[in-house]
Nanobody, 123 residues
Framework: QVQLVESGGGLVQTGGSLRLSCAAS????????MGWFRQAPGKEREFVAAVGWSGGSTYYADSVKGRFTISRDNAKNTVYLQMNSLKPEDTAVYYCAADRVGDRLGPMAPNYWGQGTQVTVSS
């Protein structure tokens, strides 16, 4: 069992930056691929970014490529999402996810989800 807790969301102006964190419980964190998804009001949840078990492989949605960076620190059981050049269309609840298959990035098949953190980008 893995529990995921996101933090770092908030309100930011267009062009600003935020860094999301996801703290994971459990000793098997380093075996999982980790990712971020988001869900805007009235829309389906969509994939944002993923990182493999070692941190050496990453995969991004086209909509965030070049603006967002995913990384992980296995010693701290934490995955991060650095979001730069934010746009109003990035406004959503962001969810952290864990996939037992450590090298499955695109598409991920999450086994565990966090509760979500709100990101709001004002125009």
């Amino acid at each position: 069992q893995v529990q995921l807790v996101e933090s770092g969301g908030g309100l930011v102006q267009t062009g600003g930056s935020l860094r999301l964190s996801c703290a994971a419980s459990g000793r098997t964190f380093s075996r999982y691929s980790m990712g971020w998804f988001r869900q805007a009001p009235g829309k389906e949840r969509e994939f944002v970014a993923a990182v493999g078990w070692s941190g050496g492989s990453t995969y991004y949605a086209d909509s965030v490529k070049g603006r967002f960076t995913i990384s992980r620190d296995n010693a701290k059981n934490t995955v991060y999402l650095q979001m730069n050049s934010l746009k109003p269309e990035d406004t959503a609840v962001y969810y952290c996810a864990a996939d037992r298959v450590g090298d499955r990035l695109g598409p991920m098949a999450p086994n565990y989800w966090g509760q979500g953190t709100q990101v709001t980008v004002s125009s």
